[in-house]
């Protein structure tokens, strides 16, 4: 299993940035892949960014071009850099995991989340 620590979220105007954390509790590279989505107040849970299996980089157009998804292996943390904040972008938000079982399934492990609110 892995668990999964969010940090970061707040309060932000409009047109502000945030930085939001997930340290992991092994190491990144016995992970499958990792992510972050976000859940607004009525609305499904949506990804925003993922490191795929192959290591590449997949972002919701909705926030491509603001929005960076980067990892520090030895600190076993995935980031995601928030620029350029919008209303829209008020959710809470999750890191997620998927991994690999010695059955050779996929589980996706979840954090707690962390609220991001940009309003004025």
């Known amino acids: 299993q892995v668990q999964l620590v969010e940090s970061g979220g ?5 047109g502000g940035s945030l930085r ?6 092994r190491s990144l590279f016995s992970i499958y892949a990792m992510g972050w989505y ?3 107040p009525g609305k499904q849970r949506e990804l925003v960014a993922a490191f795929t299996s192959g290591g590449s ?3 919701a157009d909705s926030v491509k071009g603001r929005f ?6 030895a600190k076993n943390t995935v980031y995601l850099q928030m620029n350029s904040l919008k209303p829209e972008d008020t ?3 999750y890191c997620n995991a998927v991994i690999t079982t010695p059955e050779n399934r996929f589980l996706e492990v979840w954090g707690q989340g962390t609220l991001v609110t940009a309003s004025s």
Do not use: E, K
Not at 10 to 14: E, F, N, R, W
Not at 20 to 25: E, Q
Not at 68 to 73: G, K
């Open 38 to 40: 976000r859940q607004a």
């Open 91 to 93: 959710a809470v938000y």
């Open 57 to 59: 980089t997949n972002y």
């Open 20 to 25: 939001l954390s997930c340290a992991a509790s």
């Open 68 to 73: 960076r998804i980067s990892r520090d292996n």
């Open 10 to 14: 707040g309060l932000v105007q409009p």
